[in-house]
T-cell receptor
Framework: DAKTTQPPSMDCAEGRAANLPCNHS???????VYWYRQIHSQGPQYIIH???NNETNEMASLIITEDRKSSTLILPHATLRDTAVYYC???????????FGGGTRLMVKP | DAGVIQSPRHEVTEMGQEVTLRCKPI?????LFWYRQTMMRGLELLIY????????DSGMPEDRFSAKMPNASFSTLKIQPSEPRDSAVYFC???????????????FGPGTRLLVL
């Protein structure tokens, strides 16, 4: 599976959009980009995934560049409860063999 | 639905003892996963099952670790004998089958915090 690179930490003001970047320059053509988050002391939680098109659901939007070498997760109106570690993962279509890296620790501040 | 259930939530044991972690997946889910999370190594996939059959156990660290899934509603991860370096949070996750080619997500349990003294 392709390796992903994320900044170790980011801050965001409550109510503002949080934009979390992810580099996956070695992603293969059939690998998907998955985003999970882990709130302190809980198990990871699925957010969104995509292959090449931008995706949106009730939690977030995923913007994937045309060359698929990077993506951005957007939380449109961050709340304090969005404080968590966010993992960007390049995985197979089945989403079974997920390799979690270091993630980005997002701190949403009042 | 109650979600993925793991027990115990916390376990403290002494080196050399056998440890058994338990997981009840979400009803109807065909896949079950065991992960381990430590500060040093992050979140690692240990093994996963499909329809109670182990599919990939390449993440299992060594022979001291074993996992079983005797039926669709129960799985165990056993460490025998346990060592201090096994101290970690162990997560179980489950997901539905791959119907229609659409990916389903993994649903994680709350984890078991294991401390081996």
């Amino acid at each position: 599976d392709a390796k992903t690179t994320q900044p170790p930490s980011m801050d965001c003001a409550e109510g503002r959009a949080a934009n979390l970047p992810c580099n996956h320059s070695t992603i293969s053509g059939n690998e998907y980009v998955y985003w999970y988050r882990q709130i302190h002391s809980q198990g990871p939680q699925y957010i969104i995934h995509g292959l090449k098109n931008n995706e949106t659901n009730e939690m977030a939007s995923l913007i994937i560049t045309e060359d698929r070498k990077s993506s951005t997760l957007i939380l449109p109106h961050a709340t304090l409860r969005d404080t968590a570690v966010y993992y960007c993962i390049a995985g197979d279509w089945a989403g079974n063999m997920l390799t979690f890296g270091g993630g980005t620790r997002l701190m949403v501040k009042p | 639905d109650a979600g993925v259930i793991q027990s115990p939530r916390h376990e403290v044991t002494e080196m050399g003892q056998e440890v058994t972690l338990r997981c009840k997946p979400i009803s109807g889910h065909d896949y079950l996963f065991w992960y381990r999370q430590t500060m040093m190594r992050g979140l690692e996939l240990l093994i996963y099952f499909n329809n109670n059959v182990p599919i990939d156990d390449s993440g299992m660290p060594e022979d001291r670790f074993s996992a079983k899934m005797p039926n669709a509603s129960f799985s165990t991860l056993k460490i025998q004998p346990s060592e201090p370096r096994d101290s970690a949070v162990y997560f179980c996750a489950s997901r539905p089958g791959l119907a229609g080619g659409w990916q389903e997500t993994q649903y994680f349990g709350p984890g078991t915090r294991l401390l081996v003294l």
